[in-house]
Antibody, heavy 120, light 107 residues
Framework: QVQLVQSGAEVKKPGASVKLSCKTY????????MHWVRQAPGQGLEWMAI????????NHAQKFLGRVSMTRDTSTSTVYLELSRLRSEDTAVYYC?????????????WGQGTLVTVSS | SYEVTQPPSVSVSPGQTASIPCSGD??????SSWYQQRPGQSPVLLIY???KRPPGIPERFSGSISGNTATLTITRTQALDEADYYC??????????FGGGTRLTVL
């Protein structure tokens, strides 16, 4: 069955970068969009970025301009998120999620989440 | 930037029907989705394209759209339905936008 398995928790200092991974199982990796969504403690969901099925295009929310990068490794069906110049407000649980036109661009499967803590 | 608005909380008695609205400009021209998130868990897709249910989602959960308001309706509400519910809007110009979430309390 479809599974998205994310890497473990991270603790980073302000100004550093973090790279998260999301390994997928149970479907054709290159047929679907992949997204990252984050949730700050006690807060709501916030869409961050998308990678197209062809892997050749990335779009992201304006607030992350210049700080976010999504990449993938098709040999392992894994997608990555790198967020740079971290600040305390980036402390959150980060989720990868699958999307597609068949689900009206909704997120039909989610990873278990990765907690990123930014603290000096 | 585009926004969708949900009430912070909704209360319902067990066995009754809960309705959670989500409003936004021209929301009727976009796709609306709904997610359930229980404490400490990842979100689960309940409704997509305004009113479609993914496989495995109970028929008690339904979605509708009228004008600029999408509504998630939960019939025969149970204690296990206590959770946060998020609406999400999409179109090719505004991308993916979440509402602030609604905490459903089953009293």
């Amino acid at each position: 069955q479809v599974q998205l398995v994310q890497s473990g928790a991270e603790v980073k200092k302000p100004g550093a970068s973090v790279k998260l991974s999301c390994k997928t199982y149970g479907y054709t990796f290159t047929d679907f969009y992949m997204h990252w969504v984050r949730q700050a403690p006690g807060q709501g969901l916030e869409w961050m970025a998308i990678l197209t099925p062809g892997g050749d295009s990335i779009n992201h929310a304006q607030k992350f301009l210049g700080r976010v990068s999504m990449t993938r490794d098709t040999s392992t069906s894994t997608v990555y998120l790198e967020l740079s110049r971290l600040r305390s407000e980036d402390t959150a649980v980060y989720y990868c999620a699958r999307g597609g036109e068949g689900s009206g661009h909704a997120f039909d499967y989610w990873g278990q989440g990765t907690l990123v803590t930014v603290s000096s | 930037s585009y926004e969708v608005t949900q009430p912070p909380s909704v209360s319902v008695s067990p066995g009754q029907t809960a309705s959670i609205p989500c409003s936004g400009d021209h929301l009727g021209n976009k796709y609306s989705s709904w997610y359930q998130q229980r404490p400490g868990q990842s979100p689960v897709l309940l409704i997509y394209q305004d009113s479609k249910r993914p496989p495995g989602i109970p028929e008690r959960f339904s979605g509708s759209i009228s004008g600029n308001t999408a509504t998630l309706t939960i019939t025969r509400t149970q204690a296990l339905d206590e959770a946060d519910y998020y609406c999400q809007a999409w179109d090719s110009t505004t991308a993916w936008v979440f509402g602030g979430g609604t905490r459903l309390t089953v009293l």
